[in-house]
């Protein structure tokens, strides 16, 4: 049974699972979709074309599926696609994609902290969180089990490798690997993300082997394409098959050690 209060504003267009709650003051217009067990809080906005899944929770003042904040937009029919499992909180902001036909993903199982934006045309994993403030552009990729730290902006086309930590107010430029920690202005690596994987029970030897192929990238004064070509020496893993597909890949190319740009 789907619970609605008498105060929220729901279009006939939109499309309710069972088990659905709209808060007060919330509005609801658009063909939308929202999967069974989504609780919507208070004075939340959802429009457009936009689909969320089962069981996600959505703070007060979310607004969700406006259009995007690019010059580019000409109006046409673009999407958001959100899964299951998501914890969506206070006045997070996310946009569809911008051309017609184009989406914005979001799979399942992440958290999503106050004020967080979400631009047209990125890609979320699952298993993410974005702590309060974060902030991504367009086109940005954010791999499974990603952390990225409050007040952090991230650039257009970035990517976000799986297990990797953004440290608080980073600015990233550069595409982050996965399973490393990065901080700083521009966000640079600063050693293999060791609590986060032992806490994903990756097995022992599995860490022994990034903390080689760190130091492979970091440590060895090489250039990427040097490194590369050690990374292909090492054991065979999925770990490092991940981290060779992920370089040769990356569009803006990844953060360095001592890369840091000047502040002024």
Do not use: W
């Amino acid at each position: 049974m789907r619970h609605i209060h008498p105060t929220a504003l729901v279009s006939p267009e939109v499309e309710l699972e069972d088990d659905v709650t709209v808060g007060p003051f919330s509005i609801i217009e658009g063909p939308v979709k929202i999967g069974r067990g989504t609780t919507v809080g208070a004075h939340v906005h959802i429009m457009g074309y936009t689909t969320i899944g089962q069981n996600c929770r959505i703070f007060t003042g979310a607004v969700i599926g406006s259009i995007p904040q690019d010059l580019k937009y000409r109006g046409e029919e673009t999407y958001l696609k959100i899964g299951d499992n998501n914890t969506i909180r206070e006045f997070v902001t996310m946009n569809p994609g911008t051309a017609r036909g184009e989406s914005t993903t979001v799979g399942d199982n992440n958290l999503f902290m106050a004020n967080v934006h979400i631009a047209h045309n990125c890609t979320i994993g699952n298993h993410v969180i974005i702590a309060n403030l974060g902030s991504l552009a367009g086109h940005v990729v954010v791999e499974d089990y990603a952390i990225i730290g409050g007040i952090t902006g991230v650039h257009q086309f970035c990517h976000i490798g799986a297990h990797s930590i953004t440290g608080g107010c980073s600015k990233i430029t550069k595409d982050i690997l996965p399973f490393i920690m990065a901080d700083g202005h521009p966000a640079v690596p600063c050693g293999l993300n060791k609590i986060g994987l032992k806490r994903r029970s990756f097995p022992q030897e599995k860490i022994d082997l990034l903390e080689q192929a760190y130091r492979i990238l970091f440590r060895a004064n090489l250039n990427v394409s040097q490194a590369v070509r050690e990374l292909e020496k090492l054991l065979p893993s999925e770990e490092i098959s991940h981290l060779l597909r992920f370089i040769r890949n990356s569009q803006r190319g990844i953060a360095r050690e001592g890369a840091r740009e000047i502040d002024l």
